[in-house]
């Protein structure tokens, strides 16, 4: 299930930027700063109460060719659009403003729960002044202080009281996947030929896909999958039309909801930099990853073609070491045919449990294998190891001092594990902690 989703807006300079800083940057507590995403200081996601949500800052959109209003005015149309609750920033010392207003209006229109901070609220005498804030109509305003952290409490006490309780119901048996990639690498195309038939637009123009689309369908074998399309995602320097920006915002949505990731890539450009920034979104949280490089029947090959790609995958992709690759093409549906079955193997992995018994046995072989390692005279003692959950698999190992447990060793251990056990396609945690 995707997270409810918080939306910042505001005019400039009420200090949008420093309330989501203040909600991403403490422990309140920030579950997931998404690398690459926050490059332009816009998606984070974070807990409050128990209930985990994504939260947005519209000043991260930049358009500097439009009139001040009208940015404005944009920036609450894509709240409005994208949020389930609006978070309308406003400021303590200056006022009401014309600007305050506008947004004001739209967001009374909009039918979406609204509260409205009155930010830089940074000592109790200010508190007196924030009454005028109530004529924007948008019923209590909360002052608060994004520099000092004053306030912020209760504005998310009021927040979390909008998400929905109900949760989207698990489907017994339906797999559901999404695939990711830079815009224009064929995702639709794709989607059109696994469904045989033109479900999706297709477009040459990269960035046609603006949301995350679901789309439903049982493989020969039987097996029920959902299918979501996400936009592409572009990187930073070549965004110029700002919605591009919030594309990726949904295709983190649809990652949030997908049990595995379908990375895909464009076999005549090759591996590009920031296709390893996108998979790194996926592989962050712990989803379940098939690297698949389309439009294959492009290329002139021999008989080392497919082998030197997949090396330089390796090579590019060495945190998705687990990941299949296949190569497939869109417009000749060549392999597609052996994509469900892949992508029905990597769930079965992300959602297989090892019994504790098994478990200890190879992580004792690998000790005595690979003797744990020492620091300043002391030396590490595994105990004992147990699964704690699946997507993804995580095991906790309980040692004397997690401290003393490096990388490195962290490393080999999670090697020794999937040495012993089938967990091609999706990650797997290992975390030390010390036994009380």
């Known amino acids: 299930m995707a997270n409810p989703t918080i939306a910042i807006v505001g005019r400039p300079n009420v200090g949008k930027s420093t309330l989501f800083n203040r909600i991403a940057g403490e422990r309140i507590s920030i579950v997931e700063d998404t690398p690459g995403v926050t490059r332009d200081r816009i998606y984070a996601v974070g807990e409050w109460l128990g209930r985990e949500f994504s939260v947005i800052d519209t000043g991260g959109i930049e358009m500097s060719h439009e009139p001040f209003m009208a940015q404005i005015k944009y920036q609450a149309e894509i709240a409005i659009d994208e949020a389930d609750v609006i978070i309308l920033v406003v400021s303590g010392r200056e006022g009401i403003t014309d600007a305050d207003e506008t947004v004001a209006r739209m967001l009374y229109k909009s ?21 005028e804030f109530f004529s924007l109509g948008l019923g209590e305003p909360y002052p608060v202080s994004g520099s000092h952290g004053i306030g912020l409490g209760d504005l998310l006490d009021a927040a979390v009281k909008f998400f929905s309780v109900e949760q989207e119901e ?19 195309s794709l989607i059109n030929a696994l469904l045989g038939e033109e479900r999706v637009i297709v477009s040459s123009i990269a960035g046609t896909t603006r949301d995350a689309i679901d789309t439903s369908f049982i493989s020969e074998s039987g097996q029920a999958f959902t299918m979501i399309d996400t936009a592409g995602m572009r990187k930073k320097g070549k965004v110029y039309e700002s919605t591009e920006k919030y594309s990726v915002m949904r295709a983190m949505r649809a990652i949030d909801r997908s049990d595995v990731v379908l990375m895909v890539l464009n076999a005549e450009e090759g591996i590009r930099e920031y296709d390893k920034r996108i998979a790194g979104f996926a592989h962050e949280a712990g989803k379940g990853i098939v690297i698949l490089v389309n439009k294959w029947d492009t290329l002139e090959k021999d008989t080392n073609t497919m082998r030197d790609f997949e090396k330089d995958i390796r090579e590019q992709f060495r945190y998705l070491d687990y990941a299949p690759i296949h190569f497939v093409s869109a417009k000749t549906k060549q392999r597609l045919n052996k994509l469900p079955e892949i992508i029905e193997t990597v769930s079965m992995n992300q959602n297989l ?14 000790v005595a294998i690979n003797p744990t390692p020492t620091d300043k005279g002391r ?6 190891c147990t699964q704690v959950a699946v997507k ?20 080999f251990l999670e090697n020794q594990i999937r040495k012993a056990f089938t967990f091609e396609g999706t990650p797997i945690r290992v975390i030390p902690r010390k036994r009380k």
């Open 111 to 131: 039918n979406k729960p609204v509260l409205l901070a009155v930010n830089k609220v940074d000592n109790p005498e200010m508190r007196n002044d924030i009454f």
């Open 170 to 188: 698990e489907e017994d048996g339906i797999i559901k996947f999404s695939l990711i990639g830079r815009p224009n690498v064929g995702k639709s």
């Open 353 to 366: 449990r090892i019994p504790s018994s098994l478990l200890n046995d190879v992580i004792m072989d690998a």
């Open 379 to 384: 030396r590490l003692k595994i105990f004992y």
């Open 392 to 411: 993804p698999p995580a095991f906790v190992v309980f040692v004397n001092d997690e401290e003393l447990m490096h990388f490195s060793y962290e490393r």
